[in-house]
Each structure stands twice: as C-alpha cells, then as structure tokens.
C-alpha cells in the first residue's frame, strides 16, 4: 500500500510540474494564419487536432524533462499524449514515440524540427469533421503534403489573459 501511495504521489507531482501550452498557427496563408488549435474525438481514446477560430486554444500539459505535450483535462481516465502518427497530429492515450521541445522562438519541434505541420481538408478523418474544418496534419520531409495543404507552423502561445479554461467556440461541434 505504501509503494503505490508514493507511485501515486510521484505520478502528481509530475503532473504538477507540468506548464500550460496554448498551440498557435503561424502561417503565410491568411485562411490559417492565427488559427488556434483544438481536439475533436475520432475514436477511442483518440482525438485528432483542427484549427479553429477560437480566442484561445485547448490547453495542453508539456513536461520539459520528458519533452512530453499532453492533454490532462479533468475526467479524463489517463492523459493523452500528443503525438504525429503517420500524417495526423492527435492527443492519444497511445504510448507517445514524438520528441517534443520549443525553440527560442517559441515554435514547436517534433523530433527536432518546426517544418512538416499543414492545415488540410478532406483527410478521411473518421467523423469527417475535415469536409468544414481545416484539420492539423504532419508530413515528413519524404512523404510531400497534397497541393491542396497549407503549410504552417506552430507556436507557443501566450498564456491566456482572462480565462483559464479553453472556450471551444470553434470546436464544439465536434464533440
């Protein structure tokens, strides 16, 4: 009992340890450009990225040590890890394999770099959500993005000024 209290405790402190992470799109294309991000269900324990217009965005967890981004949000049975698989961009309860870090200019790096992220529709997502909303997609350097994507890159947002919970004005639709 004693060992899992301390794992229990240590597993808290972590979370506690954890900073606030507002994603922002930085972007030559003025359909994108500003754009927050948010998370829409699309399976089980998974739910895919999309842009929106919303003050602000879904607020993720990023544990510095680890180079971990995640999403914690009260009732959630585990936290979901945000993770690039294959070309999506999602929060998972995956196992996470993505190396996480922000550069000095607050871009975030997936496995060392900011390039790769673009805004796309018509993905085939699950729910469809892509037909009426741009959708977050990755494409590594060997695998081209289809010409319709807008290319982009993500930021570290500054920390919200008035409200502390994520407003998903854009995004609640897709719940």
């Known amino acids: 009992m004693l060992f899992r209290n301390t794992v229990l405790l240590a597993a808290s402190a972590a979370l506690a340890a954890a900073e606030n992470v507002y994603l922002r799109v930085v972007s030559d294309h003025n359909e994108v450009n500003g754009n927050t991000v948010g998370f829409a269900h699309e399976g089980a324990g998974i739910?895919?990225?999309?842009?929106?217009?919303?003050?602000?965005?879904?607020?993720?967890?990023?544990?510095?040590?680890?180079?971990?981004?995640y999403n914690h949000e009260p009732g959630?049975?585990?936290?979901?890890?945000?993770?690039?698989?294959?070309?999506?961009?999602?929060?998972?309860?995956?196992?996470?394999?993505?190396?996480?870090?922000?550069?000095?200019?607050?871009?975030?790096?997936?496995?060392?770099s900011a390039d790769g992220f673009y805004a796309c529709k018509d993905t085939n997502d699950?729910?469809?959500?892509?037909?009426?909303?741009?959708?977050?997609?990755?494409?590594?350097?060997?695998?081209?993005?289809?010409?319709?994507?807008?290319?982009?890159?993500?930021?570290?947002?500054a920390v919200p000024s008035a409200s502390p919970t994520f407003t998903a004005v854009s995004y609640t639709h897709l719940k």
């Open 126 to 157: 699950p729910y469809n959500y892509s037909k009426d909303q741009y959708e977050l997609m990755w494409y590594p350097p060997h695998i081209p993005a289809p010409s319709t994507c807008l290319d982009l890159t993500l930021v570290r947002d």
């Open 47 to 69: 739910d895919y990225a999309f842009l929106g217009t919303s003050p602000q965005s879904q607020v993720l967890d990023y544990d510095v040590e680890a180079h971990r981004l």
């Open 76 to 112: 959630l049975p585990a936290p979901q890890n945000f993770e690039v698989d294959g070309e999506y961009v999602s929060v998972s309860v995956q196992e996470t394999y993505s190396n996480i870090m922000f550069d000095n200019l607050n871009s975030l790096l997936v496995n060392g």
